[in-house]
T-cell receptor, first 113, second 117 residues
């Protein structure tokens, strides 16, 4: 069965520090890959996506992610975190053109002043 | 604002009551998805529509749940005889279809938070 693992339930970083959120997916085929951010009580905002091509993708708000096929990973990075980045982050995969998304359980980011 | 809208944003109901949620997708998006998100979890797929046709339903969608998209525009999700376990955020998303049926990204609405007492 398709699954997405976000190993870190909660991460705390200091403002200005770098950030890496991990995401691994199961299943053999290469899926479409996404990172979303969710603030409390809100819907999901797309940060970036990977469909094909260059394995390093740039997104909004200074985020980037790198697809590594050999590791079945799609980790999210940001070089310098801002207090406003505190939120919950979800990795998601889509395997078919039907578009059904499978999400990880999320990583909650806390930013220390 | 031309994003996905959902109504109501919050719904509190008593166990055993029926509830209905509405989703208005982005205009001309022919795909519409419903997800359920419980506390501490990622969203879980419930069902999706291509125009007015419901093409896939998750096992999570018990016979108390029904979704419709009668004219291929807005969609409704009804839960009959609500249970406390139905308490969750219900998210709707829409997506255009690229040429050749290729998938494109989904745009999410703000969600409807259901509390069953």
């Amino acid at each position: 069965a398709q699954s997405v693992t976000q190993p870190d339930i909660h991460i705390t970083v200091s403002e200005g520090a770098s950030l890496e959120l991990r995401c691994n997916y199961s299943y053999g085929a290469t899926p479409y890959l996404f990172w979303y951010v969710q603030s409390p009580g809100q819907g999901l905002q797309l940060l970036l996506k990977y469909f094909s091509g260059d394995t390093l993708v740039q997104g909004i708000k200074g985020f980037e992610a790198e697809f590594k096929r050999s590791q079945s990973s799609f980790n999210l990075r940001k070089p310098s975190v801002h207090w406003s980045d505190a939120a919950e982050y979800f990795c998601a995969v889509v395997y078919t053109n039907a578009g059904k998304s499978t999400f990880g359980d999320g990583t909650t980011l806390t930013v220390k002043p | 604002d031309t994003g996905v809208s959902q109504n109501p944003r919050h719904k509190i109901t008593k166990r055993g009551q029926n509830v209905t949620f509405r989703c208005d997708p982005i205009s001309e998006h022919n795909r519409l998805y419903w997800y359920r998100q419980t506390l501490g979890q990622g969203p879980e797929f419930l069902t999706y529509f291509q125009n007015e046709a419901q093409l896939e339903k998750s096992r999570l969608l018990s016979d108390r749940f029904s979704a419709e998209r009668p004219k291929g525009s807005f969609s409704t999700l009804e839960i009959q005889r609500t249970e406390q376990g139905d308490s969750a955020m219900y998210l709707c998303a829409s997506s255009p279809t690229l040429a050749g049926g290729k998938y494109n990204e989904q745009f999410f609405g703000p969600g409807t938070r259901l509390t069953v007492l």
